[in-house]
């Protein structure tokens, strides 16, 4: 079942930022990772409007978005992130496949 890294990032110094903005790519890709959502405009449609940016990154299972997170590159890069921008991340897990499903 998939899983997806929820971030809300609010970038301070996008000049220092910018490292993070280019190694983090191949990085989630070499863990079978993919962008769903990487920034863009935000329509808020209830509740608080978010600081900064939303990134929704997709992996393969919830294994495969941990090893990602907690692989000793990322956390190198995790380092960067947090010098130069303010956020939360939050690892959810997708909805299994509708056969594997109960019936409702």
Known sequence: MA???IASIDVADAVGYEEYR???PPLIAA???RFLV???PIERLEGEEPPG?????EFPDRASARAFYECPEYQTLVR????H???SLWLVDGVPPVA???PA
């Not at 960067?80 to 010098?83: A, D, G, L, P, S």
Request: aromatic letters at 8%.
């Open 22 to 24: 280019q190694r983090v």
């Open 100 to 102: 594997a499903r109960e």
């Open 3 to 5: 899983a997806y890294i």
């Open 85 to 87: 921008s303010r956020g």
């Open 31 to 33: 863990f079978g990772g």
């Open 53 to 57: 940016r939303i990134v929704v990154l």
């Open 80 to 83: 960067i992130r947090q010098r």
């Open 38 to 40: 990487r920034g863009g």
